[in-house]
């Protein structure tokens, strides 16, 4: 493959991410792409028998309602705030659409707020048709994350053993900024302070464990890897 198609490549998988979600609050400095969130919320509807879930989208359910993250974000990162999630669905007559339509909105919620860490309070559903009654729904395709080369510097490498070595991270991705790279680390200026490193880890992790609680931990653990303590910020672009 030759530059041009690496970066042409890179570009598609970028995009492909969709938007980059805040987990958590305002001080956990975490996120996630929506593409992942998304996989995570439909692996949840299949369980519902007589329902396809069409198109859902994730987004900010106020964008005057955020606040400001305690970390610098990776870059077009949605700020912390609240979340809408938005779905069309199709579903069997075996029991009254409303009926089905709150079932399907806990079960989204439920998947967003506790299996991930997403501070989802609305979620805003439409019925787009009726399905036969022995109606099977496509199985979801978890989206394969882009596997990060090797690390390039010592810093890096001690940053990736870090995370690494979090329970619930499988592994290192290398989707966003470009030319597959997981770790990221720079030297930003504060106009309030001396100058400070600031590193960004992108993550794929477990369904076992709440992805909230092991991005966390992998900020604190790649923190006290650094001698400089460094501001972190986690984005997770794979759950499964």
Same mark, same amino acid.
């Given at each position: 493959?030759?530059?041009?198609?690496?970066?042409?490549?890179?570009?598609?998988?970028?995009?492909?991410?969709?938007?980059?979600?805040?987990?958590?609050?305002?001080?956990?400095?975490?996120?996630?792409?929506?593409?992942?969130?998304?996989?995570?919320?439909?692996?949840? $509807?299949?369980?519902?028998?007589?329902?396809?879930?069409?198109?859902?989208?994730?987004?900010?359910?106020?964008?005057?309602?955020?606040?400001?993250?305690?970390?610098?974000?990776?870059?077009?990162?949605?700020?912390?705030?609240?979340?809408?999630?938005?779905?069309?669905?199709?579903?069997?007559?075996?029991?009254?659409?409303?009926?089905?339509?709150?079932?399907?909105?806990?079960?989204?919620?439920?998947?967003?707020?506790?299996?991930?860490?997403?501070?989802?309070?609305?979620?805003?559903?439409?019925?787009?048709?009726?399905?036969?009654?022995?109606?099977?729904?496509?199985?979801?395709?978890?989206?394969?994350?882009?596997?990060?080369?090797?690390?390039?510097?010592?810093?890096?490498?001690? @940053? $990736?053993?870090?995370?690494?070595?979090?329970?619930?991270?499988?592994?290192?991705?290398?989707?966003?900024?470009?030319?597959?790279?997981?770790?990221?680390?720079?030297?930003?200026?504060?106009?309030?302070?001396?100058?400070?490193?600031?590193?960004?880890?992108?993550?794929?992790?477990?369904?076992?464990?709440?992805?909230?609680? @092991?991005?966390?931990?992998?900020?604190?653990? @790649?923190?006290?890897?650094?001698?400089?303590?460094?501001?972190?910020?986690?984005?997770?672009?794979?759950?499964?």
């Amino acid at each position: 493959m030759t530059t041009a198609d690496r970066l042409t490549q890179a570009v598609r998988n970028q995009l492909g991410l969709g938007r980059l979600l805040p987990l958590g609050g305002a001080r956990d400095g975490v996120w996630i792409s929506e593409r992942a969130a998304e996989a995570v919320l439909r692996r949840a $509807a299949e369980d519902m028998h007589g329902v396809r879930l069409d198109v859902l989208r994730i987004a900010l359910a106020d964008p005057e309602d955020t606040g400001e993250a305690a970390v610098p974000p990776p870059p077009s990162a949605l700020p912390p705030g609240p979340l809408r999630v938005t779905a069309d669905f199709a579903a069997t007559a075996a029991e009254a659409l409303p009926t089905t339509a709150d079932r399907l909105r806990g079960l989204l919620a439920t998947a967003a707020t506790e299996g991930l860490g997403l501070t989802v309070t609305e979620v805003d559903l439409r019925v787009t048709s009726l399905l036969d009654e022995d109606a099977e729904p496509p199985p979801v395709r978890q989206p394969e994350p882009t596997r990060a080369p090797e690390p390039g510097s010592p810093d890096e490498e001690r @940053v $990736a053993a870090a995370a690494l070595a979090v329970p619930g991270v499988t592994g290192l991705t290398g989707t966003l900024g470009g030319l597959g790279r997981a770790v990221h680390i720079e030297e930003r200026q504060d106009e309030a302070a001396l100058p400070r490193r600031h590193v960004r880890v992108e993550i794929a992790v477990s369904a076992d464990r709440r992805s909230v609680e @092991v991005a966390r931990e992998v900020r604190e653990w @790649v923190g006290e890897a650094l001698a400089d303590r460094p501001t972190v910020a986690v984005l997770i672009t794979a759950v499964g």
